[in-house]
Protein backbone atom coordinates (compact mmCIF):
# COMPACT_ATOMS: atom_id res chain seq x y z
CA UNK A 1 0.00 0.00 0.00
CA UNK A 2 1.74 4.03 -0.78
CA UNK A 3 2.73 5.48 1.98
CA UNK A 4 0.04 8.32 0.99
CA UNK A 5 -2.98 5.91 1.29
CA UNK A 6 -5.66 7.82 2.58
CA UNK A 7 -3.87 11.49 2.48
CA UNK A 8 -5.19 14.32 1.57
CA UNK A 9 -2.68 15.63 -0.92
CA UNK A 10 -2.30 19.22 -2.12
CA UNK A 11 -0.14 20.55 -4.95
CA UNK A 12 0.51 24.05 -5.68
CA UNK A 13 1.84 24.80 -9.07
CA UNK A 14 0.44 23.47 -12.37
CA UNK A 15 4.19 23.10 -14.39
CA UNK A 16 5.96 20.31 -15.65
CA UNK A 17 7.48 19.97 -11.75
CA UNK A 18 3.69 20.19 -10.99
CA UNK A 19 2.48 17.59 -13.44
CA UNK A 20 5.31 15.31 -12.70
CA UNK A 21 3.97 15.34 -8.77
CA UNK A 22 0.45 14.55 -9.92
CA UNK A 23 1.57 11.97 -12.01
CA UNK A 24 4.00 10.45 -8.71
CA UNK A 25 0.35 10.24 -6.66
CA UNK A 26 -1.80 9.10 -9.28
CA UNK A 27 0.68 6.09 -9.93
CA UNK A 28 0.45 5.49 -6.42
CA UNK A 29 -3.01 5.50 -6.20
CA UNK A 30 -3.87 9.12 -4.74
CA UNK A 31 -6.01 11.26 -6.04
CA UNK A 32 -4.35 14.80 -5.35
CA UNK A 33 -5.58 18.43 -5.25
CA UNK A 34 -3.91 20.85 -7.70
CA UNK A 35 -3.93 25.27 -6.60
CA UNK A 36 -2.20 27.41 -9.26
CA UNK A 37 -1.78 30.75 -8.78
CA UNK A 38 -2.62 31.61 -12.61
CA UNK A 39 -5.84 31.98 -14.15
CA UNK A 40 -4.05 29.41 -17.60
CA UNK A 41 -0.98 27.62 -16.10
CA UNK A 42 0.59 25.91 -18.55
CA UNK A 43 -0.12 22.37 -17.36
CA UNK A 44 -3.66 22.80 -17.33
CA UNK A 45 -4.64 20.86 -20.72
CA UNK A 46 -2.66 17.55 -19.59
CA UNK A 47 -3.95 17.38 -15.93
CA UNK A 48 -5.80 13.93 -15.56
CA UNK A 49 -9.52 15.24 -15.68
CA UNK A 50 -9.61 12.64 -12.26
CA UNK A 51 -7.96 15.67 -10.92
CA UNK A 52 -9.93 19.02 -8.77
CA UNK A 53 -7.97 22.16 -9.37
CA UNK A 54 -8.18 25.58 -8.38
CA UNK A 55 -6.62 28.38 -10.03
CA UNK A 56 -6.20 32.64 -9.65
CA UNK A 57 -5.34 32.18 -6.02
CA UNK A 58 -3.90 30.12 -3.22
CA UNK A 59 -7.20 27.81 -1.86
CA UNK A 60 -6.63 28.43 1.92
CA UNK A 61 -9.33 25.84 2.97
CA UNK A 62 -7.69 23.23 1.05
CA UNK A 63 -4.38 24.13 2.61
CA UNK A 64 -5.77 23.68 6.10
CA UNK A 65 -7.01 21.19 5.49
CA UNK A 66 -4.49 18.76 3.94
CA UNK A 67 -1.86 16.02 5.06
CA UNK A 68 0.39 16.50 2.80
CA UNK A 69 1.28 19.98 0.73
CA UNK A 70 3.56 19.55 -2.22
CA UNK A 71 4.80 23.18 -2.91
CA UNK A 72 6.07 24.72 -6.25
CA UNK A 73 9.84 25.58 -5.59
CA UNK A 74 8.68 29.25 -6.94
CA UNK A 75 6.50 29.15 -4.01
CA UNK A 76 8.26 30.70 -1.03
CA UNK A 77 7.69 29.37 2.50
CA UNK A 78 7.02 32.54 4.26
CA UNK A 79 3.81 32.56 1.79
CA UNK A 80 0.98 33.56 4.57
CA UNK A 81 -0.79 30.92 3.59
CA UNK A 82 2.00 28.22 4.45
CA UNK A 83 2.51 29.82 7.20
CA UNK A 84 -0.53 28.92 8.73
CA UNK A 85 -0.39 26.00 7.30
CA UNK A 86 3.21 24.79 9.34
CA UNK A 87 1.78 26.28 12.62
CA UNK A 88 -1.26 23.76 12.14
CA UNK A 89 1.27 21.71 11.81
CA UNK A 90 0.41 20.21 8.31
CA UNK A 91 3.80 18.65 6.20
CA UNK A 92 4.95 20.44 3.21
CA UNK A 93 7.90 18.98 0.83
CA UNK A 94 8.78 20.03 -2.34
CA UNK A 95 9.47 17.37 -5.50
CA UNK A 96 13.18 16.59 -4.29
CA UNK A 97 11.81 15.16 -0.93
CA UNK A 98 9.63 12.88 -2.76
CA UNK A 99 12.24 11.90 -5.09
CA UNK A 100 14.61 11.31 -2.27
CA UNK A 101 12.56 9.05 -0.36
CA UNK A 102 11.79 7.05 -3.11
CA UNK A 103 15.58 6.92 -3.90
CA UNK A 104 16.61 6.01 -0.70
CA UNK A 105 14.58 2.63 -1.23
CA UNK A 106 16.68 1.41 -3.76
CA UNK A 107 20.28 -0.16 -3.56
CA UNK A 108 22.77 0.35 -5.09
CA UNK A 109 22.02 4.12 -6.52
CA UNK A 110 24.44 6.90 -6.48
CA UNK A 111 23.47 10.99 -6.23
CA UNK A 112 25.78 13.61 -7.08
CA UNK A 113 23.60 16.48 -5.79
CA UNK A 114 25.11 20.00 -7.33
CA UNK A 115 24.23 23.86 -6.31
CA UNK A 116 25.87 26.64 -6.08
CA UNK A 117 24.96 30.35 -7.30
CA UNK A 118 26.72 30.07 -10.67
CA UNK A 119 28.55 26.75 -12.97
CA UNK A 120 25.41 24.72 -11.28
CA UNK A 121 24.30 24.12 -14.81
CA UNK A 122 27.62 23.54 -16.34
CA UNK A 123 28.90 21.41 -13.64
CA UNK A 124 26.01 18.99 -13.96
CA UNK A 125 25.50 18.60 -17.29
CA UNK A 126 29.77 18.03 -17.34
CA UNK A 127 29.14 15.35 -14.31
CA UNK A 128 26.24 13.29 -16.68
CA UNK A 129 28.34 13.34 -19.55
CA UNK A 130 31.27 11.61 -17.60
CA UNK A 131 29.22 9.26 -16.38
CA UNK A 132 27.90 8.79 -19.47
CA UNK A 133 30.70 8.04 -21.15
CA UNK A 134 31.71 5.60 -18.34
CA UNK A 135 28.48 3.58 -20.09
CA UNK A 136 27.12 4.11 -16.72
CA UNK A 137 22.99 4.56 -16.93
CA UNK A 138 22.34 8.02 -15.87
CA UNK A 139 19.75 10.29 -15.17
CA UNK A 140 20.05 14.10 -15.20
CA UNK A 141 17.80 16.50 -14.02
CA UNK A 142 16.11 18.43 -11.16
CA UNK A 143 16.45 22.08 -11.69
CA UNK A 144 17.25 21.43 -15.02
CA UNK A 145 16.25 18.84 -17.68
CA UNK A 146 13.76 16.45 -16.20
CA UNK A 147 11.85 16.86 -13.18
CA UNK A 148 13.15 14.43 -10.44
CA UNK A 149 10.35 12.35 -9.99
CA UNK A 150 10.13 11.63 -14.23
CA UNK A 151 13.88 9.95 -13.40
CA UNK A 152 12.60 6.99 -11.15
CA UNK A 153 10.51 5.66 -14.17
CA UNK A 154 14.16 4.65 -15.54
CA UNK A 155 16.28 2.12 -13.87
CA UNK A 156 19.10 4.68 -13.56
CA UNK A 157 22.15 3.59 -11.34
CA UNK A 158 23.65 7.34 -11.16
CA UNK A 159 21.49 10.21 -10.79
CA UNK A 160 23.15 13.63 -10.98
CA UNK A 161 21.01 16.35 -9.71
CA UNK A 162 21.24 20.17 -10.53
CA UNK A 163 19.29 21.83 -6.65
CA UNK A 164 18.37 25.14 -6.60
CA UNK A 165 18.09 26.90 -2.54
CA UNK A 166 14.62 26.92 -3.73
CA UNK A 167 14.46 23.41 -3.83
CA UNK A 168 16.75 22.37 -0.90
CA UNK A 169 14.09 24.60 1.42
CA UNK A 170 11.45 21.82 1.28
CA UNK A 171 14.70 18.79 1.62
CA UNK A 172 15.59 16.91 4.23
CA UNK A 173 15.93 13.26 3.13
CA UNK A 174 18.70 13.88 0.31
CA UNK A 175 21.36 11.00 1.05
CA UNK A 176 24.19 12.04 -1.61
CA UNK A 177 26.90 10.27 -2.52
CA UNK A 178 28.05 13.74 -3.09
CA UNK A 179 27.28 16.43 -2.76
CA UNK A 180 28.72 20.38 -3.32
CA UNK A 181 28.11 23.91 -3.45
CA UNK A 182 29.98 25.69 -5.88
CA UNK A 183 30.43 29.14 -4.99
CA UNK A 184 28.42 31.66 -2.94
CA UNK A 185 27.00 35.19 -4.15
CA UNK A 186 24.30 37.52 -3.85
CA UNK A 187 21.31 35.84 -5.93
CA UNK A 188 17.66 35.87 -5.11
CA UNK A 189 17.76 38.20 -2.10
CA UNK A 190 14.32 39.26 -3.19
CA UNK A 191 13.71 35.54 -1.90
CA UNK A 192 15.50 36.05 0.87
CA UNK A 193 15.15 39.33 2.62
CA UNK A 194 17.41 38.38 5.75
CA UNK A 195 20.78 38.75 3.57
CA UNK A 196 23.18 36.57 1.96
CA UNK A 197 23.50 34.07 5.22
CA UNK A 198 19.51 32.97 4.94
CA UNK A 199 20.48 32.05 1.23
CA UNK A 200 23.58 30.73 2.55
CA UNK A 201 21.40 28.53 4.68
CA UNK A 202 19.11 27.00 2.35
CA UNK A 203 22.66 25.90 0.17
CA UNK A 204 23.88 24.20 2.92
CA UNK A 205 20.89 22.00 3.44
CA UNK A 206 22.51 19.97 0.48
CA UNK A 207 25.29 18.61 2.47
CA UNK A 208 23.21 17.40 5.78
CA UNK A 209 23.42 13.54 4.86
CA UNK A 210 26.03 13.55 2.10
CA UNK A 211 28.92 11.15 2.09
CA UNK A 212 31.19 13.13 0.23
CA UNK A 213 31.47 17.07 0.60
CA UNK A 214 32.72 19.11 -2.28
CA UNK A 215 33.86 22.49 -0.99
CA UNK A 216 35.75 25.43 -2.92
CA UNK A 217 38.61 26.63 -1.66
CA UNK A 218 38.34 30.50 -2.31
CA UNK A 219 34.73 30.35 -0.62
CA UNK A 220 34.33 29.69 2.98
CA UNK A 221 30.47 30.15 2.65
CA UNK A 222 30.80 27.05 0.73
CA UNK A 223 32.08 24.88 3.33
CA UNK A 224 29.52 22.97 5.91
CA UNK A 225 28.26 24.83 8.82
CA UNK A 226 27.35 21.11 10.64
CA UNK A 227 29.66 18.90 8.64
CA UNK A 228 27.86 15.63 8.13
CA UNK A 229 29.07 12.98 10.88
CA UNK A 230 31.71 11.06 8.58
CA UNK A 231 32.02 12.79 5.81
CA UNK A 232 34.58 13.38 3.53
CA UNK A 233 35.33 17.20 2.74
CA UNK A 234 37.22 17.78 -0.25
CA UNK A 235 38.28 21.03 -1.42
CA UNK A 236 38.94 22.28 -4.92
CA UNK A 237 40.42 25.80 -6.11
CA UNK A 238 42.41 28.10 -8.23
CA UNK A 239 45.12 27.49 -6.72
CA UNK A 240 44.60 25.51 -3.51
CA UNK A 241 42.72 22.38 -2.38
CA UNK A 242 43.14 18.81 -3.38
CA UNK A 243 41.67 19.68 -6.88
CA UNK A 244 42.97 22.77 -8.36
CA UNK A 245 44.60 24.53 -11.06
CA UNK A 246 48.45 25.03 -11.79
CA UNK A 247 50.01 28.60 -11.60
CA UNK A 248 50.12 29.16 -15.15
CA UNK A 249 46.79 28.44 -15.62
CA UNK A 250 47.60 25.79 -18.04
CA UNK A 251 46.86 22.73 -16.62
CA UNK A 252 44.19 20.74 -14.13
CA UNK A 253 46.13 19.32 -11.06
CA UNK A 254 44.96 16.55 -8.50
CA UNK A 255 47.45 15.92 -5.65
CA UNK A 256 49.66 18.59 -7.24
CA UNK A 257 50.00 16.24 -10.29
CA UNK A 258 49.17 17.16 -13.72
CA UNK A 259 45.76 15.40 -15.15
CA UNK A 260 44.15 17.67 -18.10
CA UNK A 261 45.93 20.52 -19.97
CA UNK A 262 43.78 23.14 -20.59
CA UNK A 263 44.19 23.68 -24.10
CA UNK A 264 42.73 20.55 -24.99
CA UNK A 265 39.54 21.41 -23.07
CA UNK A 266 36.60 23.15 -25.33
CA UNK A 267 35.87 25.00 -22.53
CA UNK A 268 36.88 28.21 -22.24
CA UNK A 269 37.49 30.91 -18.95
CA UNK A 270 39.43 30.08 -15.60
CA UNK A 271 35.84 30.21 -14.45
CA UNK A 272 34.89 27.19 -16.43
CA UNK A 273 38.72 25.31 -15.59
CA UNK A 274 37.17 25.25 -12.21
CA UNK A 275 34.18 24.06 -13.05
CA UNK A 276 35.83 21.34 -15.08
CA UNK A 277 38.01 20.66 -11.34
CA UNK A 278 34.42 20.36 -9.36
CA UNK A 279 33.11 18.26 -11.92
CA UNK A 280 36.50 15.88 -11.83
CA UNK A 281 36.52 16.14 -7.67
CA UNK A 282 32.40 14.70 -8.03
CA UNK A 283 33.70 12.06 -10.46
CA UNK A 284 36.09 10.69 -8.68
CA UNK A 285 33.50 10.53 -5.57
CA UNK A 286 31.43 8.02 -7.86
CA UNK A 287 34.37 5.91 -9.19
CA UNK A 288 34.37 7.03 -12.19
CA UNK A 289 37.67 5.73 -13.86
CA UNK A 290 39.63 8.75 -15.13
CA UNK A 291 40.26 6.95 -18.14
CA UNK A 292 36.61 8.09 -19.12
CA UNK A 293 36.30 11.13 -17.34
CA UNK A 294 38.95 12.98 -18.38
CA UNK A 295 38.15 12.61 -22.11
CA UNK A 296 34.57 13.56 -21.24
CA UNK A 297 36.03 16.25 -19.30
CA UNK A 298 38.24 17.50 -22.71
CA UNK A 299 35.28 16.81 -25.16
CA UNK A 300 32.48 18.71 -23.02
CA UNK A 301 31.59 21.70 -25.12
CA UNK A 302 29.70 23.80 -22.66
CA UNK A 303 26.30 25.11 -22.65
CA UNK A 304 24.76 27.70 -24.71
CA UNK A 305 25.00 30.83 -23.22
CA UNK A 306 27.15 30.38 -20.38
CA UNK A 307 30.41 32.42 -21.80
CA UNK A 308 29.86 30.91 -25.24
CA UNK A 309 31.75 32.07 -28.57
CA UNK A 310 28.64 33.54 -30.03
CA UNK A 311 30.81 35.22 -33.02
CA UNK A 312 33.94 36.46 -33.78
CA UNK A 313 35.04 38.64 -36.85
CA UNK A 314 37.80 41.47 -38.10
CA UNK A 315 39.28 39.85 -34.83
CA UNK A 316 36.76 41.08 -32.31
CA UNK A 317 35.53 38.57 -30.13
CA UNK A 318 31.45 38.72 -29.32
CA UNK A 319 30.54 36.40 -25.77
CA UNK A 320 27.22 35.39 -24.70
CA UNK A 321 27.59 35.00 -21.04
CA UNK A 322 23.40 35.50 -21.02
CA UNK A 323 22.69 32.92 -18.45
CA UNK A 324 24.82 35.82 -15.93
CA UNK A 325 22.03 36.67 -13.90
CA UNK A 326 23.54 37.56 -10.71
CA UNK A 327 26.44 39.58 -9.62
CA UNK A 328 28.79 36.62 -8.90
CA UNK A 329 28.12 35.26 -12.32
CA UNK A 330 29.46 38.49 -14.08
CA UNK A 331 32.26 38.95 -11.81
CA UNK A 332 32.98 35.01 -12.77
CA UNK A 333 33.23 36.21 -16.26
CA UNK A 334 35.35 39.17 -15.53
CA UNK A 335 37.97 37.53 -14.05
CA UNK A 336 37.67 34.82 -16.64
CA UNK A 337 37.79 37.15 -19.89
CA UNK A 338 41.23 37.55 -22.17
CA UNK A 339 41.19 40.70 -24.00
CA UNK A 340 44.29 42.93 -24.86
CA UNK A 341 42.07 45.68 -26.56
CA UNK A 342 39.16 46.90 -25.18
CA UNK A 343 36.17 45.26 -23.41
CA UNK A 344 32.71 46.18 -24.03
CA UNK A 345 30.86 45.27 -21.17
CA UNK A 346 27.01 45.52 -21.50
CA UNK A 347 24.98 44.94 -18.36
CA UNK A 348 21.37 45.26 -17.84
CA UNK A 349 18.06 44.00 -16.33
CA UNK A 350 16.18 43.48 -13.12
CA UNK A 351 19.02 43.26 -10.20
CA UNK A 352 16.15 40.93 -7.99
CA UNK A 353 17.37 43.92 -5.51
CA UNK A 354 21.04 42.78 -5.67
CA UNK A 355 23.86 44.60 -4.04
CA UNK A 356 25.96 45.91 -7.20
CA UNK A 357 28.75 47.00 -5.24
CA UNK A 358 30.86 43.41 -5.42
CA UNK A 359 31.19 44.41 -9.12
CA UNK A 360 33.00 47.82 -9.16
CA UNK A 361 36.89 46.30 -8.32
CA UNK A 362 36.46 44.03 -11.39
CA UNK A 363 35.25 47.22 -13.75
CA UNK A 364 38.48 49.26 -12.54
CA UNK A 365 40.56 48.33 -15.91
CA UNK A 366 42.32 50.85 -18.28
CA UNK A 367 40.76 49.51 -21.22
CA UNK A 368 36.44 48.82 -20.63
CA UNK A 369 33.70 50.91 -22.23
CA UNK A 370 30.20 49.67 -20.22
CA UNK A 371 27.10 50.03 -21.59
CA UNK A 372 23.77 49.42 -19.43
CA UNK A 373 20.16 48.79 -20.50
CA UNK A 374 17.03 47.68 -18.89
CA UNK A 375 15.18 48.34 -15.88
CA UNK A 376 18.59 48.87 -13.52
CA UNK A 377 20.64 50.08 -16.01
CA UNK A 378 20.90 53.50 -13.88
CA UNK A 379 22.03 52.29 -10.61
CA UNK A 380 24.41 50.25 -12.74
CA UNK A 381 25.68 53.34 -14.46
CA UNK A 382 27.03 54.32 -11.33
CA UNK A 383 29.33 52.12 -10.80
CA UNK A 384 31.84 53.74 -13.21
CA UNK A 385 29.68 56.55 -14.79
CA UNK A 386 32.87 57.84 -16.61
CA UNK A 387 33.03 55.51 -18.97
CA UNK A 388 29.56 53.83 -19.32
CA UNK A 389 27.09 54.79 -21.59
CA UNK A 390 23.19 54.40 -20.65
CA UNK A 391 21.20 52.69 -23.29
CA UNK A 392 17.09 51.96 -23.27
CA UNK A 393 17.90 48.26 -24.63
CA UNK A 394 20.39 45.56 -25.43
CA UNK A 395 19.93 46.48 -29.21
CA UNK A 396 20.49 49.95 -28.58
CA UNK A 397 24.22 49.14 -27.23
CA UNK A 398 25.11 46.63 -29.30
CA UNK A 399 24.17 49.10 -32.34
CA UNK A 400 26.53 51.48 -30.75
CA UNK A 401 29.28 48.98 -29.37
CA UNK A 402 29.85 47.67 -33.46
CA UNK A 403 30.79 51.54 -34.53
CA UNK A 404 33.44 51.33 -32.13
CA UNK A 405 35.19 48.00 -32.08
CA UNK A 406 38.36 47.25 -33.86
CA UNK A 407 40.74 44.33 -33.24
CA UNK A 408 41.65 42.42 -30.01
CA UNK A 409 38.26 43.99 -28.71
CA UNK A 410 36.07 41.92 -26.95
CA UNK A 411 32.46 42.75 -26.63
CA UNK A 412 30.75 40.30 -23.68
CA UNK A 413 27.34 40.07 -22.55
CA UNK A 414 27.24 39.20 -18.77
CA UNK A 415 24.32 41.45 -17.44
CA UNK A 416 24.47 40.60 -13.86
CA UNK A 417 20.51 40.96 -14.14
CA UNK A 418 17.56 39.35 -14.55
CA UNK A 419 16.18 39.29 -18.27
CA UNK A 420 12.57 39.16 -17.74
CA UNK A 421 12.33 43.32 -17.73
CA UNK A 422 12.37 42.91 -21.63
CA UNK A 423 12.92 39.23 -22.61
CA UNK A 424 10.98 36.05 -21.83
CA UNK A 425 14.24 34.77 -20.53
CA UNK A 426 17.77 34.46 -20.46
CA UNK A 427 17.95 32.08 -23.53
CA UNK A 428 16.01 34.55 -25.82
CA UNK A 429 18.35 37.44 -24.64
CA UNK A 430 21.35 35.29 -25.54
CA UNK A 431 19.43 34.56 -29.27
CA UNK A 432 18.97 37.78 -29.68
CA UNK A 433 22.84 39.14 -28.51
CA UNK A 434 23.78 36.88 -30.80
CA UNK A 435 21.78 37.44 -33.90
CA UNK A 436 22.88 41.22 -33.56
CA UNK A 437 26.20 40.71 -33.13
CA UNK A 438 26.43 38.81 -36.46
CA UNK A 439 24.09 41.27 -37.83
CA UNK A 440 26.19 44.30 -36.82
CA UNK A 441 29.96 42.99 -35.85
Known amino acids: MSKYHGKNVVIIGLGVTGLSCVNYFIAQNVIPKVIDTRQNPNGLAELDPRVEYHLGSLNSNWLLNANLIVVSPGIALSTPELVRAQAKGIEIVGDIELFCREVNQLKNRKIAAITGANGKTTVTSLVGAIVEAAGINVGVGGNIGQPALSLLNENYAVFVLELSSFQLETTSSLQATVATILNISEDHMDRYPEGIMQYTAAKQRIYRLADNCIVNHDDKLTYPTNEPKDANCIEFGLHNGRYHLDPTLRYLMVDNQKVLDTMNMQLIGVHNYLNALAALAIADCLDIDRANSLPAIANFKGLAHRFELAFKNRGVIWIN ?88 DVVLLSPACASLDQFKNYIERGQVFTSLAQEHG
Open 321 to 408: DSKATNVGSTVAALTSVVCSGTLYLLLGGDGKAADFTPLLPHLIRPQIRIFCFGRDKVLLAKLRPEVTTVVDTMADAIIEIAKLVKAN
